[in-house]
Structures are given as C-alpha cells and as structure tokens.
C-alpha cells in the first residue's frame, strides 16, 4: 500500500507530504484545484516522462517520494534480480533537474526507467478513462476470467513448458536457416574439399620440394664445389689428408721426448679421423648429385600447385592449406549430421506439444467452468450501478496455436440495453458504462487475487443519486482487500471513505499554490456540505452531510 507521498517544487506543489492510509480513501475538491497535479506527481514515480516546464521554481529541481509497504507482494526475488535492497517499507524517489534530466532511485538505489515501470505497475493503478481502455484488451479480458478459474497451478506448469518449447522452436528454425545456408554451399565445399584430398599433401611437402627444387635447379655449382672438395681433400698430389698424415707421423717420431707431444699427436689423429669421415661424406654427396630435369619438372609442378591453392584460399602456408581442409571436412560432417539433429529437435517439439495441449484442455475446461460465475457476478453488480439490463458475454475460443497464455482466445460481448445484440464490449459501450464495468471488474479481481493500490480517477463520471451510493458501496467493499483511493465530485461518495483529503488552491502574494491536506471529522462535514449545495453552505445541507457520513 501507498504509505506518504512527498513532492516538491513540482507545478503548482512547493512542498507536502500526505500520509496515506489502509481501506478506502477518498480525495475532493473544485475543479482546477490541483487533483490532476497529484495525478502527475504519481505519474513521475510510476516512471512517466519529466519535463522541465512542469517545475514550480525552475532554478531547483523537483523532488517526488513515494513509500510504499510491499510485505505483501513477495517482491524480493524481484529485487534480488535487480541488484536492489529489499526492505518491506521501500522508498521510490525521481528527481527532475532544471535541465530536464531526469534520475530515479529505489531505496537509494539509481534504477533504470524501464526498471522503474515494472516495479511500480505491480505497487499502484492508477485508473483513469484512459485505463479504461483496458477492458478492451484481450490480455486483461483473459486475466479476469483466469482470476475465477483457479488456473494458477496449470497456467504455471503450463508457462514453464511453453517457455522451452518456444526455445525449442526457436533452436529449430536456427538450425533449419543453418542448414540452408550450408546447403546452398554444399557443391562448392565438396569441390573445395575434393581438390585439396586428390592433392594428398602431407605435412612438410612444400619444404621439403622447395629444397629438393633448389639443389635440382644448382647440380652444376654442386658438382662442381663437391668435385673440388673431393680432389683437394684427397685426390690431389699433396692433398689434404696426405699432409695431416705426415704431419701426424712427424709428430708421432718425437712423442717419447715429452707428454705434451703425445698429446698434439692424438690431436692430429682426431683431426685425421674427422677428415676422412668429411671426405667419405662428401664424395657421398656427389654421387646423390645428378642432374634430372623430369624430376625438377615434377617438383615444380607440385610446388606450383602447393603455391596456386594457398592463393586461392588466401593461406600463407601448406599448414594453413592442411588446416581449411580439415574444416571443410568438418562441415560436411555437420551437413551430413543435421537432419538427425533437426530430427531430434522435432521430437522434443512434439512431446513438449502434446503435455502443453493436455495442460491447455485443463485450463480451457477451467475457464469454460468459470464463464457463468464471472457472467453473474458483472451482472448484479452492474445492476447496482443502475445497468439494470446489462449483460456481459465471455467467450472462450481456442487458438489455431497455441500461445503463452494456454491456447484460447478471450473476447468480452456487451449489451447495456435491454434484447439489444451482444458485441464486442469495446465497440457498443460508452466511457461511462465501460468505467462502471470495469469498477465491477475490479471489485472481482480484488477478491480473488493481491492487487496494488488502485486510484479511482473520477470513475464516477455521469452518475448521481442512487448509482453513486452503490459505487460507493462497491468501493468501500473493495478498501476491506486492499487500498482504495477514489478522486470524486461526489457527496455519496465522498462521504463513505475511511479517510477524507482534500485538495486546495491559496494565493499569496507572489503566486497561487496547491495543498492537499487530510480533513477531520469537522472538515469533513463542511467539505461535503458544500459538495451539496454549493459555496452558500445551508443547515439543510450541513445535515444532510452528517446523514451521509453516519450511514
């Protein structure tokens, strides 16, 4: 329930605050006295667009607080999502700058304004003629008769299956694109992928060619360097090898004279040994030297193809080449795999389907049941706001699909009119017969589930006399099960509230400012008195009021 509400510097408000309290509140006062200001103020918390221009003091910036007890809304999964603190008495304030900008904040906490409009659209409703035009959605039609079905179980287990399924759809028709889109390129990687498996690469082909090319494409320098090697390492007169030899013989003739001889002897011999191992390696190389023009072709030719593919398939490297191969590969496997994918998903579909349908026959035969209680009830409770030949139709049809709400189609037909044809309510019913139907409406919802606090915008537009008492009635009903706030030019009405505001406007020297302030029991009097008669209070008037407030 709404517990205060402060504004500042707002209009025609410099500043107040209203304590607001349980049941059914009522708020009077003369037109053009600011009860559409408080209305504004409201609108800011709910979150509805700031504007500068409505600043009182455009050099200050404007201030609206709301407290609200929420210890009945089990809210606080909501605010643990969001990232907010909970605590049962929760403060919601926006604050309009000079400049027009615009903060809002939850128990302190910075929200956005989305955020702001979910929260607050479960705390308030504030019905105007305007929210009236409600009664014409299918979605609100469906929540009324769902609030006598006692559907709550089913609807639940059925959202949480319709939930998945729908993601399970979604997943289908993803895939279903997928595969197309890989379809439409099927041929092309088959041919891709064929050009590169007849190729065969293996993994250090291109540097192994790329080696084999440059020694075929040199045999001559090859030969040549290996044949000089070779003659001056040992073919030579006085070779390479001959001289170390000797040299190592000399040595070898004097190492009895001292150690150190020895030594370079053995030096001199490990130098021969590795001097015949590079002899023996080299003449091995130049027997490998030959000169085979094919197998350069050949080699060229493969490098040549090697070169051509990476630069068609924009690779650097035969790795590179190895490794789009293997993707491609890849998806043509997934290609092959989706229809048992696609298959798989279909089936999950068709299970989810068949519990959903069975659980939307439980919902539909619910609602069916409850057609005639909510029939009844709107129509005397109409009757008491003097419809007395109101009648109110709700049919209940199956969806072609089925949707989030368990497959059926809710459509409200309304007659005011005696043996007048039933249609469509939004099509036959005038705003004041759609304000009084959709107070009953109201007054159903109230007894059957938790509603936020509801203000009553001058729902009793167009009704007098008798009407009025039994609105006021339906009202003061409504306050036992929730708070009731009703703005009204009506004395019938105005005098059944629990609690009474009034709202005001004073001049003072500089400018004219707008109160609200709630009335005693004095006041009271006083205030609905000249709701009768008028400024010129009489004492027929004065005792007509105490009548109304006794009863």
């Known amino acids: 329930m709404l517990k205060s509400l402060s504004v500042e510097n707002y209009a025609?408000?410099?500043?107040?605050?209203?304590?607001?309290?349980?049941?059914?509140?009522?708020?009077?006062?003369?037109?053009?006295?600011?009860?559409?200001?408080?209305?504004?103020?409201?609108?800011?918390?709910?979150?509805?667009?700031?504007?500068?221009?409505?600043?009182?003091?455009?050099?200050?910036?404007?201030?609206?607080?709301?407290?609200?007890d929420i210890s009945a809304y089990t809210l606080s999964s909501f605010f643990e999502e969001n990232d907010i603190d909970y605590d049962d008495n929760c403060i919601i304030r926006r604050e309009i700058a000079p400049n027009g900008k615009s903060r809002a904040f939850v128990n302190d906490t910075p929200v956005a304004l989305t955020l702001l409009k979910e929260l607050t659209a479960k705390l308030i409703d504030i019905h105007s003629q305007h929210e009236t035009l409600l009664l014409n959605e299918a979605s609100f039609q469906l929540q009324v008769l769902d609030a006598l079905s006692e559907t709550s179980d089913p609807l639940t287990a059925y959202r949480t299956l319709f939930k998945e399924y729908s993601k399970k759809k979604r997943e289908l028709k993803e895939l279903i694109a997928l595969n197309d889109e890989r379809n439409a390129n099927r041929d092309y990687l088959e041919f891709q992928l064929r050009q590169l498996q007849e190729a065969k690469f293996s993994e250090n082909e291109q540097t192994d060619l790329e080696e084999e090319v440059n020694a075929l494409s040199h045999t001559t320098e090859l030969k040549e360097a290996l044949s000089k090697s070779m003659w001056l390492l040992s073919e030579k007169e006085e070779n390479i090898c001959s001289a170390l030899k000797e040299a190592t013989n000399a040595i070898a003739s004097i190492e009895g004279f001292s150690e150190s001889y020895s030594e370079v002897k053995e030096r001199l011999n490990s130098c021969l040994i590795e001097l015949k191992d590079i002899t023996r390696e080299v003449e091995m190389k130049l027997s490998d030297v030959n000169v085979d023009p094919q197998r350069l072709e050949q080699a060229n030719e493969r490098l040549d193809l090697i070169y051509t593919l990476e630069k068609k398939h924009h690779v650097d490297n035969l790795a590179d080449l190895l490794n789009l191969q293997a993707d491609f590969e890849k998806q043509l496997s997934?290609?092959?795999?989706?229809?048992?994918?696609?298959?798989?998903?279909?089936?999950?579909?068709?299970?989810?389907?068949?519990?959903?349908?069975?659980?939307?026959?439980?919902?539909?035969?619910?609602?069916?049941?409850?057609?005639?209680?909510?029939e009844q009830s709107i129509a005397e409770i109409l009757r008491g706001l003097g419809m007395p030949n109101a009648k109110l139709e709700v049919c209940v049809e199956p969806l072609p699909e089925l949707d989030g709400n368990g497959g059926d189609a809710v459509k409200f037909l309304f007659s005011a009119n005696k043996n007048a044809s039933l249609q469509p309510i939004s099509s036959v019913a005038s705003g004041g017969e759609l304000s009084r139907v959709m107070l009953a409406l109201k007054s159903i919802l109230c007894q059957s589930e938790e509603l936020p606090t509801i203000i009553l915008d001058e729902i009793d537009t167009g009704v007098s006399g008798e009407v009025a008492d039994k609105m006021g009635d339906l009202m003061q009903k409504m306050g036992e099960q929730m708070q009731v706030i009703s703005i009204t030019h009506l004395p019938q009405i105005a005098a059944q509230g629990a609690t009474h505001y009034k709202v005001y406007k004073e001049d003072n020297e500089l400018t004219t400012l707008s109160h609200i302030k709630q009335l005693n029991e004095t006041e009271r009097v006083t205030e609905i008195a000249q709701m009768l008669s008028g400024s010129a209070l009489s004492e027929a008037a004065i005792q007509n009021a105490k009548e109304l407030l006794k009863r």
């Open 12 to 68: 025609l408000i410099e500043k107040t605050n209203v304590e607001w309290n349980q049941g059914f509140s009522v708020i009077t006062g003369e037109t053009g006295s600011g009860k559409s200001i408080l209305l504004g103020a409201l609108g800011l918390v709910q979150g509805q667009r700031a504007d500068s221009k409505a600043l009182k003091d455009e050099e200050k910036k404007c201030v609206v607080e709301a407290e609200f």
């Open 334 to 374: 997934e290609m092959e795999n989706a229809q048992e994918a696609t298959e798989a998903i279909e089936k999950e579909i068709a299970l989810l389907k068949d519990k959903l349908t069975k659980l939307a026959k439980q919902i539909s035969e619910k609602r069916q049941k409850a057609k005639p209680k909510l």
